[in-house]
C-alpha cells in the first residue's frame, strides 16, 4: 500500500547540507517564492505511530530556516482516526518513514501552513478511509494521502468517502511504472504523478521529464470526469498533476524513527509519496477553495499556469505536448492554476 523511495545518507557534519533537495530548492523549481498559505491547515492520513514526528519536523525546519511549527503554537497536531489525542503504539519502519516525507513536503511548499496528522489504527482500507473522513470532519480543505490500494471493480462504493465539494484530497498515484491504483483512480481526488526533476541553464533553472516508475495511465472502472477530455483513456485518466518523485533527484528528509534499512537521521527519499503532499502545500498555497466545486479539476482550466513536461515515459504510458498521463497537465509553475478558475476562491498572490 506504500513504499516509499529513500537511500541513506552518513551522518551529517555540523553546518552540513543535508543530501536531496531543499524546500528552497522546491520554491525555485515551481516558482513559490512570495506565497505563505495564510495559516491554512493540510491534513495528512497515515498508517500507525511515528513517535517522534514532532522533534524531527523540528530539526528540518530548523535545518532549512523555516518558522517554527509545533504543538504549542498550534501550527502541528496529531490525532488519531477517531479524533482523540491516544495515539496507535504500533510504529512500522515504512509508515514512519511516510509521515516524515509528508510533513516535511507540506513543510518545504507551504512553510506557513499548519499540519494535521491523522494517524489510522493500522493499514486497513478501513482505517485508511476511517482517517480521511475524520479529517474532513476536522474541517481540513487539503487532505494528502500518500497510500493507494489495488484496482476492484467494487471500488467505487469508495468514493463517497471523496465526493466532498469545496475539499482537495491529493493522492500518490504510486510507483509501479504506469499502473493505475485506488484511491487514485477516484474521479473526486486529483492524482499525483512523479517527475525526474534536474537543475538547468534555461530561464525556469530547472527541467523535468516524466519519472518511469510513475504510476499513471487508464482507469479499470472509474468513469472519465467531466473535465477530462483527452484521448488516452475512454474510462479516467491518471495523473492529474505531477512534481518531483525520482529518488535519484529525491528530498533530504529527517526522520529519527528508524526507517526500513535501519538508518536513522537525513535522508534522501523519492517516489510519489513526496509529489502528492507537495502539490497538497501547494493547493493550500493558491487560496481558500470554492465552495461547491471539485479542486481536481481547477489545473484543467488553466494548463498555461503548468510547465508542460514532454520527454520521458512511465511502462506504456509517454510524455508529450499538452496533456498525459505520466504528468497530466504537468508541474505547477506557481500557484495559479491550482485555483478555482472562476475566481470564487480567493487566496495569496
Known amino acids: 500500500m506504500i513504499n516509499p523511495n529513500f537511500r541513506p545518507v552518513t551522518s551529517l557534519p555540523p553546518g552540513a547540507q543535508p543530501a536531496g533537495l531543499s524546500p528552497s530548492d522546491i520554491r525555485s523549481a515551481y516558482k513559490l517564492a512570495g506565497t505563505n498559505g495564510q495559516h491554512r491547515t493540510v491534513a495528512i492520513t497515515v498508517a500507525h505511530h511515528h513517535p517522534n514526528m514532532e522533534s524531527d519536523l523540528a530539526v528540518y525546519r530548523r535545518q532549512f530556516h523555516l518558522p517554527t511549527c509545533n504543538t504549542a503554537s498550534g501550527c502541528f497536531r496529531v490525532i488519531n482516526q477517531n479524533g482523540g489525542s491516544t495515539l496507535p503504539t504500533t510504529v512500522v519502519p515504512e509508515w514512519s518513514l511516510e509521515e516524515a516525507i509528508d510533513v516535511e513536503m507540506v513543510s518545504a511548499a507551504c512553510s506557513g501552513c499548519r499540519i494535521l496528522v491523522i494517524e489510522a489504527d493500522d493499514a486497513t482500507p478501513a482505517s ?7 479529517a474532513v470532519a476536522q474541517g481540513a480543505k487539503f487532505i494528502n494521502n500518500s497510500w493507494i490500494l489495488p484496482e476492484a471493480s467494487f ?3 469508495f468514493d463517497f468517502h471523496f465526493n466532498h465539494p469545496g475539499v482537495t484530497f491529493t493522492f500518490s498515484s504510486g510507483d509501479n511504472g504506469g499502473v493505475t491504483q485506488y484511491p487514485p483512480a477516484s474521479p473526486y481526488v486529483t492524482a499525483v504523478g512523479g517527475t525526474s526533476l534536474f537543475r538547468a541553464n534555461n530561464s525556469r ?9 510513475t504510476g499513471c495511465g487508464c482507469s479499470l472502472f ?8 483527452d484521448t488516452i483513456c475512454t474510462n479516467r485518466t491518471i495523473a492529474d498533476v505531477s512534481a518531483v518523485a525520482d529518488i535519484a533527484t529525491g528530498v533530504a528528509v529527517y526522520t529519527t524513527s528508524p526507517i526500513p534499512d535501519g538508518s536513522t537521521g537525513w535522508v534522501v527519499a523519492g517516489g510519489t509519496s513526496v509529489a502528492a503532499p507537495l502539490v497538497a502545500g501547494m493547493y493550500a498555497l493558491a487560496g481558500n477553495l470554492a465552495p461547491g466545486t471539485f479542486p481536481n479539476s481547477y489545473p484543467y482550466a488553466r494548463p498555461q499556469d503548468f510547465f508542460d513536461i514532454t520527454t520521458g515515459s512511465a511502462g506504456a504510458f509517454s510524455a508529450m505536448p499538452g496533456y498525459d498521463a505520466p504528468t497530466g497537465i504537468g508541474t505547477p509553475n506557481g500557484v495559479r492554476g491550482l485555483r478555482d478558475p472562476s475566481g470564487g476562491g480567493y487566496g495569496a498572490t
Request: no cysteine.
Open 155 to 157: 471500488e467505487g462504493a
Open 222 to 229: 472509474e468513469p472519465k470526469p467531466a473535465f477530462q477530455h
Open 205 to 213: 533553472g530547472w527541467t523535468e521529464r516524466a519519472w518511469n516508475g
Open 128 to 134: 485508511l478511509f476511517a482517517a480521511v473522513d475524520q
